[in-house]
C-alpha cells in the first residue's frame, strides 16, 4: 500500500496587525465593485474599463475556483470589507513562486501592500522548504507598485518593452526577484 503525503499549504486566513488575509467570497461583489469601479486603481491594471459589476462577480468567481495549493489568493480586509487582493502562484514543484498584489486607492500610501506581501512571503518560505525564488512585475509606470517591491527587499532583474497589454496598448514591465538567501523578514 502506497501512502500519499499531503502537501502542506498556505494558511487561508493571516491576521495582522491592521488588517487580515482571508479568502475571497461571492458575497464580496460589492465591496470588489466599489474599489475596483476607480480610474486610478485601474490605471496599471489590465482590467477591463469601465468595470462593470459584472466584472467583479467574474472575479470573485475565478478567485473561487483557484487551487490554493499551486495558486492561493486572498482578500485584503479591512473594516470588515475587502479592499483589495493579492496572490501568489508556485511553479516549478513549489521551488519559484510569482505574487501579485492590488490594494483600494483608499488605503494607498499606508504600507498595507507591503505587510501583506511580506506576510505571505514568509509564510511561504516557512511552508515550502524548496522554495528558492519569488518574483513580483508591474507596469513600468507603476512606481508605487515598483517600490513595494523595493520594500520587499526585491531585486530589479529586467525591464520587458512593449510586453504588457492594458487596454489596447502595449506598456512595459519590470520584473523583479527575490531569492531564499536574500529574505529579511
Known amino acids: 500500500m502506497v501512502s500519499k503525503i499531503r502537501a502542506a499549504m498556505l494558511p487561508?486566513?493571516?491576521?495582522l496587525d491592521?488588517?487580515?488575509?482571508?479568502?475571497?467570497?461571492?458575497t464580496d461583489v460589492d465591496a470588489v465593485f466599489r474599489?475596483?469601479?476607480?480610474?486610478d486603481y485601474l490605471r496599471y491594471l489590465p482590467i477591463a474599463k469601465p468595470y462593470r459589476i459584472s466584472d467583479a462577480a467574474d472575479f470573485l468567481a475565478k478567485q473561487l475556483l483557484l487551487d490554493?495549493?499551486?495558486n492561493p489568493s486572498w482578500a485584503i480586509e479591512?473594516?470588515?470589507?475587502?479592499?483589495?487582493?493579492l496572490n501568489i502562484r508556485f511553479f516549478?514543484?513549489?521551488r519559484v513562486s510569482e505574487i501579485g498584489y492590488a490594494v483600494a486607492r483608499l488605503l494607498w500610501g499606508r504600507g498595507i501592500a507591503t505587510a501583506a506581501c511580506r506576510s505571505v512571503i514568509?509564510?511561504?518560505?516557512q511552508c515550502y522548504p524548496q522554495l528558492e525564488r519569488v518574483r513580483a512585475r508591474a507596469d513600468a509606470r507603476n512606481v508605487a507598485s515598483i517600490r513595494v517591491m523595493e520594500k520587499l527587499g526585491m531585486k530589479r532583474e529586467g525591464l520587458l518593452r512593449s510586453d504588457r497589454l492594458c487596454r489596447g496598448q502595449l506598456t512595459d514591465e519590470?520584473?523583479?526577484?527575490?531569492?531564499?538567501?536574500e529574505w529579511s523578514p
Open 92 to 94: 516549478s514543484e513549489h
Open 122 to 125: 514568509a509564510s511561504s518560505f
Open 68 to 70: 490554493r495549493e499551486c
Open 18 to 26: 491592521r488588517f487580515r488575509l482571508r479568502p475571497f467570497r461571492i
Open 174 to 181: 519590470v520584473i523583479y526577484g527575490l531569492l531564499r538567501a
Open 35 to 39: 474599489y475596483a469601479n476607480d480610474e
Open 12 to 15: 487561508e486566513v493571516i491576521e
Open 78 to 85: 479591512r473594516d470588515e470589507a475587502p479592499a483589495g487582493g
